[in-house]
């Protein structure tokens, strides 16, 4: 079974930046997705970015140009550069690897934006 372990969350001012990362506990060669989701209290879990193997990314609109999701193979490790975050950036951060029809979960990160 492979776990995802997140890193990097914290609090920070509206406009300020933060950088998480989320490392897989073994490295997995076929094809697999990477990503990273969040949920806010009282909402949904909704997607934030994913990247495949091959370095393809998919971001939500409420994002695009502000972060940046990347990916090191080598390593099994997802990075996701948050640049002016907002406050309604404010949630839990979570970690996801799906390969086939699996999908893993990490532990979650907490991420606040002060206003």
């Known amino acids: 079974q492979v776990h995802l372990v997140e890193s990097g969350g914290g609090l920070v001012q509206a406009g300020g930046s933060l950088r998480l990362s989320c490392a897989a506990s073994?490295?997995?060669?076929?094809?697999?997705?990477m990503g990273w989701y969040r949920q806010a209290p009282g909402k949904q879990r909704e997607l934030v970015a994913t990247i495949t193997r091959g370095i393809n990314t998919n971001y939500a609109d409420s994002v695009k140009g502000r972060f940046t999701i990347s990916r090191n193979n080598a390593e099994n490790t997802v990075y996701l550069q948050m640049n002016s975050l907002k406050p309604e950036d404010t949630a839990v951060y979570y970690c996801?690897?799906?390969?086939?029809?699996?999908?893993?979960w990490g532990q979650g990160t907490q991420v606040t934006v002060s206003s």
């Open positions: 073994r490295i997995i060669f076929s094809s697999n997705t």
């Open positions: 996801n690897l799906l390969v086939g029809l699996q999908s893993i």
